[in-house]
């Protein structure tokens, strides 16, 4: 099975810095990757697959890239409504389709 | 406008069964890939189960493999998950999904979830 490893765990941002969240795949799964958003007590939100392609609706101040084991998702400029915990998940080939562990965007 | 609504969760005791049900709206069902997604209190997402519109290809994680069945009925618009012999590490947040159609198991809407809570 594919593992998914995230960094940091966690992080504590000023609203109006740059965010940056780096997954990792434990083998290639090409452009195969999706980042979600998550807040306490809400289902996920999907903000970008196939690593780099923004979903509807998502603001443009987020935007992922990446390709084969290695991963990054980056807000432009932390708003007030963005603290959240961030998820990657792999969609590649067959499943298991595994999140990484997730990182949690907290107020500095 | 699509919508997806989980039912279903409770308590149940160890070696117990339970039925989720997901009922959707504003799309077309039949058309659409839907998928089981969990999260255990204070954990991260897991992928459970996966079933494609026609239900032609169904996939399952190892940890729910011979225990949970996935299932849907597009007359209903409905998605189903039924799960026996019911363990403590089931307990969580089950979400049911729909999928983008693009990639394997990208879910762009989710329901609010359900919790199961396995527990003598």
């Known amino acids: 099975d594919i593992q998914m490893t995230q960094s940091p765990s966690s992080l504590s941002a000023s609203v109006g810095d740059r965010v940056t969240i780096t997954c990792r795949a434990s083998q290639s799964i090409t452009s195969y990757l999706n980042w979600y958003q998550q807040k306490p007590g809400k289902a996920p939100k999907l903000l970008i697959y196939?690593?780099?392609s923004l979903q509807s609706g998502v603001p443009s101040r987020f935007s992922g890239s990446g390709s084969g084991t290695d991963f990054t998702l980056t807000i432009s400029s932390l708003q007030p409504e963005d603290f959240a915990t961030y998820y990657c998940q792999q969609s590649y080939s067959t499943p298991p389709f595994t999140f990484g562990p997730g990182t949690k965007v907290d107020i500095k | 406008e699509v919508q997806l609504v989980e039912s279903g969760g409770g308590l149940v005791k160890p070696g117990g069964s339970l039925r989720l049900s997901c009922a959707a709206s504003g799309f077309t069902f039949s058309s659409y890939t839907l998928n089981w997604v969990r999260q255990a209190p204070g954990k991260g997402l897991e992928w459970v189960s996966s079933?494609?519109?026609?239900?032609?290809?169904?996939y399952y994680a190892d940890s729910v493999k011979g225990r949970f069945t996935i299932s849907r009925d597009n007359a209903k618009n409905s998605l189903y998950l039924q799960m026996n012999s019911l363990r403590a590490e089931d307990t969580a947040v089950y979400y049911c999904?729909?999928?983008?159609?693009?990639?394997?198991?990208?879910?762009?809407?989710w329901g609010q979830g359900t919790l199961v809570t396995v527990s003598s």
């Open positions: 196939a690593a780099s």
């Open positions: 999904a729909r999928d983008l159609g693009i990639l394997g198991a990208t879910s762009d809407y």
């Open positions: 079933i494609s519109g026609s239900s032609s290809y169904i």
